[in-house]
């Protein structure tokens, strides 16, 4: 089920810009390879741009030593960087959910705001989807297409799309 690819095994604080040029699609902290999986259950073409990435959550964690951003392992700065300098059309992301977890999306929502993505998120528990659990998890997106994801046709995906806001962010709707 893993797509066909590199797999680069450094650190994302070791990767330049450069080194992502050209990729259609870029799985950051890919652990068990579960976005690409989701992305193909999806319908999501493997064609279409889109990084996705659920950053380290031992900072965030009920579990962990709830040190937030300032644990060592927090590379939500990293990931930015390089999102900031590439700009995929499309970005998703993962993080625990709790105080910790919401105050670090709120973060990566102004910091994504601020690169003219739009923005949205939704609290799901691993229940949702059968597991045998709770395990809640806050699921984001960035778009920084305004909303023209080849959606339709070719003369629909050319169409201005509705606008949500004044500036057409999903926040400001």
Do not use: M
């Not at 999806?42 to 644990?71: E, F, I, L, M, N």
């Not at 939500?76 to 059309?89: M, N, S, T, V, Y």
């Not at 709790?98 to 929502?109: K, N």
């Not at 691993?126 to 960035?142: C, D, E, K, M």
């Amino acid at each position: 089920l893993v797509p066909d690819g590199e797999v680069d095994s450094r650190s994302i604080t070791e990767v330049q810009p450069e080194d992502v040029k050209g990729f259609v699609q870029a799985h950051w902290f890919a652990g068990i390879l579960g976005w690409p999986l989701a992305l193909q259950l999806a319908g999501w073409g493997s064609d279409r741009h889109v990084w996705t990435g659920s950053c380290p959550c031992q900072g965030y964690s009920s579990a962990g030593a709830r040190k937030g951003d300032d644990d060592p392992r927090n590379l939500w700065p990293h990931f930015r960087r390089l999102i900031a300098e590439c700009k995929p059309d499309v970005v998703f992301g993962e993080q625990v959910d709790g105080a910790a977890g919401v105050r670090w999306l709120a973060g990566v929502h102004a910091d994504l705001e601020s690169l003219d993505y739009s923005f949205g998120f939704a609290g799901l528990p691993a229940a949702s989807v059968g597991a045998p659990h709770i395990r809640q998890r806050l699921y984001w997106v960035a778009d920084a297409t305004g909303g023209r994801v080849h959606v339709g046709s070719p003369e629909e995906r050319e169409a201005e799309p509705p606008r949500a806001g004044e500036d057409g962010r999903l926040g400001d709707a």
